[in-house]
């Protein structure tokens, strides 16, 4: 970052950052923190003092904060410090409020007794709040409205941009301003009947079904949250997780002791259990058609809703086009997809589960070589000899103990690689295997079972050939249509990110954020080309990747352990 002068583009002009932090680095603010606390120490009196960044208040009576105020403009400039008294605002109580117009008469600061905003949210009397909440909330549901807007034609970019950026703002304010749950109901109605409805296609949600989006997105949800519901829920977390740190500002210390930032990490994980706790028995406690009950289990898969939350970026690859997005909802939550084909190739009628099931037609082929190819290609990074569809030696007189075991001359696995698991010569083989769990004959297994079964087979099938005739070793590796795992395919994928982070020198929870990610994008590409069939045109292209570090936090990929 400090390699060469940034450009800051100006008026039409460039001028070159030459000192000080450049914009956006993040060390900017605790750089500057030190810069100002010898002013801060200076200026230690019987007033109470804050700080955020540069802003500068303070708190007590109105002598004391005309002393304040004079040193601050005496002592600021040699620190760098220039208060701006236009910029500046006195909020007194009514009662005193003449005495303080008179006291600060020769500074040209504003002066009030009805309220001021306050990094980010107010200070002041009742009705001032109230309109400050009212006029914030109004400008926020214009801008939903617009978003709404968005939606119909660029549903994958508006929701991306909701929930990435103007939740977080709303969370913000719901964490400083207390009781405004009545006020966020305007924000939810546009929610649920203009903004769900344009990115899903559909014209309404049901009670259950709004209740099941407003989840997190591993817990089956999209991560819309009804504003209404959680104002208490944000405040009551950040006055208990902040309460360490108002101590400190009321005794005005100066340091921040270990003891503080340890209290406080007690606090939040405190809080995140209990909220991992209250999502769960919400997920319980939602009474859903059997359909969406299925579809969310599938769908809480971990890497399974990776797809969603990564952010929609073109050069990365993450990017669905509205029909593509929507028909990705739809199987997400078991809704019907609009204008399907009636018949399907095979002559049956046509429906999601019989495209997704469906051996004829290259779609399924389709779909195992991606996930086969994107998993060779990383493979190769990290050992010598990958071959795909590698051929196995033919049995001469060999017996193989099950019957549904592989005997054919000319079997092939999907990928052999060289001293995969350990440091050894050994070969392992792999196969891939992308199975429908909602496929008849799964449809009332746990999906662990599914994945077990999946696996099984896989294994009876090659695992003693490879281990007696090859002397390798053999992994299956099962995806459901939906975008889970299996268990040993967890297993050979932390695997590789570690083999791959390690060679390349990059964190390990980015490089498996990455190939979750990617996979999990391949995996829903495929289903809706499945369901698309050759009228769809969206292959899953993986751009070729400098650094995982990137993408997962231009994109940000929520990080896998
Ligand atoms: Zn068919």
Redesign the pocket.
């Known amino acids: 970052m400090y390699r060469g002068d940034a450009s800051l583009f100006i008026d039409g002009e460039t001028v070159y950052s030459r000192e000080g932090t450049t914009q956006g680095d993040p060390l900017a603010m605790s750089i500057y923190g030190i810069a100002i606390l010898p002013l801060i120490q200076k200026l230690q009196g019987l007033y109470k003092q804050l700080r955020f960044a540069d802003d500068a208040s303070a708190g007590g009576k109105i002598t004391q904060l005309k002393d304040w105020w004079t040193r601050m403009q005496s002592l600021g400039p040699s620190f760098g410090y220039h208060p701006n008294p236009l910029k500046t605002w006195l909020l007194a109580k009514e009662q005193h409020l003449d005495t303080a117009k008179e006291v600060f008469e020769d500074c040209d600061i504003h002066i009030t007794s009805t309220g001021q905003r306050h990094l980010g949210s107010a200070l002041g009397s009742d009705s001032f709040l109230r309109d400050f909440v009212a006029t914030k909330i109004s400008s926020w549901v214009d801008e939903l409205e617009n978003f709404s807007e968005v939606a119909k034609t660029e549903p994958q970019a508006a929701y991306a941009a909701l929930t990435h950026g103007l939740i977080v703002r709303w969370t913000y304010f719901m964490r400083t301003t207390p009781g405004i749950s009545d006020h966020m109901a305007p924000l939810e109605e546009v929610l649920r009947h203009k903004f769900i409805p344009a990115i899903t296609g559909r014209k309404t949600v049901t009670n259950e079904e709004r209740q099941l989006l407003a989840l997190p997105c591993r817990n089956g949800g999209l991560g819309i949250i009804d504003p209404t519901c959680q104002c208490n829920l944000q405040y009551d977390a950040s006055v208990e997780v902040t309460a360490p740190l108002v101590e400190l500002i009321m005794e005005q210390k100066n340091a921040i002791s270990i003891d503080v930032e340890i209290e406080q990490k007690k606090r939040k994980s405190r809080l995140k259990a209990n909220r991992l706790k209250e999502v769960e028995e919400k997920v319980n406690s939602l009474t859903l058609p059997e359909t969406l009950e299925r579809a969310a289990k599938l769908i809480s898969d971990k890497g399974a809703s990776n797809w969603l939350t990564a952010l929609p970026l073109e050069r990365h690859g993450f990017v669905l086009h509205k029909g593509a997005f929507r028909d990705a909802l739809c199987l997400r939550y078991g809704w019907m997809p609009k204008k399907l084909l009636t018949k399907?190739?095979?002559?049956?009628a046509?429906s999601i589960n019989?495209?997704l099931?469906?051996?004829?037609?290259t779609f399924p082929i389709l779909r195992h070589n991606e996930v086969r190819d994107f998993t060779g290609k990383l493979l190769a990074e990290v050992c010598p000899d990958v071959i795909l569809e590698p051929d196995l030696q033919p049995l001469e007189g060999e017996s193989l103990d099950f019957a549904s075991a592989n005997h054919e001359d000319n079997a092939r696995a999907d990928i052999r690689a060289r001293g995969f698991w350990g440091g050894n010569r050994q070969c392992v083989f792999f196969d891939v295997k992308v199975f429908n769990p909602n496929a008849q004959s799964y449809r009332r297994s746990s999906l662990e079972s599914c994945f077990r079964h999946e696996e099984n087979t896989k294994k009876r099938k090659y695992e003693q050939r490879i281990i007696e005739v090859e002397h390798g070793s053999f992994t299956p590796l099962v995806f459901s249509t939906s975008g889970g795992m299996g268990n040993l395919a967890s297993t050979f994928y932390k695997r590789l990110a570690s083999l791959l982070s390690e060679k390349r020198r990059e964190a390990y929870s980015s490089t498996l954020g990455w190939i979750r990610t990617h996979l999990s994008f391949s995996l829903l590409r495929s289903a809706i080309m499945c369901v698309r069939r050759a009228r769809s045109s969206i292959k899953h292209v993986v751009k070729g990747c400098d650094s995982f570090d990137l993408v997962v936090a231009e994109a940000h990929i929520h990080e896998s352990q």
């Open positions: 399907c190739e095979c002559g049956s046509f019989h495209a099931n469906c051996p004829n037609g």
